[in-house]
């Protein structure tokens, strides 16, 4: 038999939550990086372990209290904010740069075979004129794509 039941309506979260919060994540983690060092992950395989492993605590907390949901919430976040942090520190050194840049992320094999396109699609580059234009156009459907419309 089904009923009725309404979900309750989603509270604006307000700017005091939000503030709090971060402060309670940047306080969180200052005792972890005391408590555990500042040593970056050094795989992918390691950050996702290290989360996976916070989760599955998180999912097992949640059959206790919202304290216990919230401590484990707050272990995530950290390890969350540490994996980042590790792949910044990563480009930072490869790049030579103080500062980061996100935009400068390890290429995945779809960017290296967008960056060969683009070079197919260059005049003098050696490919002949029907390539170079069919390129382009793929191109121009992959970049529609990826502003949410469709081919152009």
């Not at 940047?26 to 989360?51: P, Q």
């Not at 960017?111 to 121009?140: F, H, S």
Request: hydrophobic share 40%.
């Amino acid at each position: 038999m089904k009923t009725d039941r309404q979900q309750p309506a989603r509270l604006e979260i307000s700017e005091r939550a939000f503030s709090e919060t971060f402060q309670l994540v940047h306080s969180a983690l200052d005792t972890a990086l005391k408590k555990h060092g500042r040593g970056s992950f050094v795989s992918t395989h390691e950050a996702v372990g290290a989360l996976a492993e916070e989760y599955a605590e998180t999912l097992a907390a949640a059959r206790l209290t919202t304290l216990d949901v919230c401590e484990e919430l707050l272990d995530c976040a950290i390890v969350c904010i540490v994996a980042l942090a590790s792949y910044n520190e990563a480009l930072l050194r490869e790049s030579g740069h103080i500062e980061g840049s996100w935009g400068a992320l390890p290429k995945t094999p779809g960017d290296l075979a967008l960056e060969k396109l683009l070079l197919m699609a260059t005049p003098g580059n050696g490919y002949p004129k029907g390539i170079r234009e069919d390129v382009g156009a793929t191109l121009a459907i992959i970049e529609g794509l990826r502003r949410g419309g469709g081919e152009e």
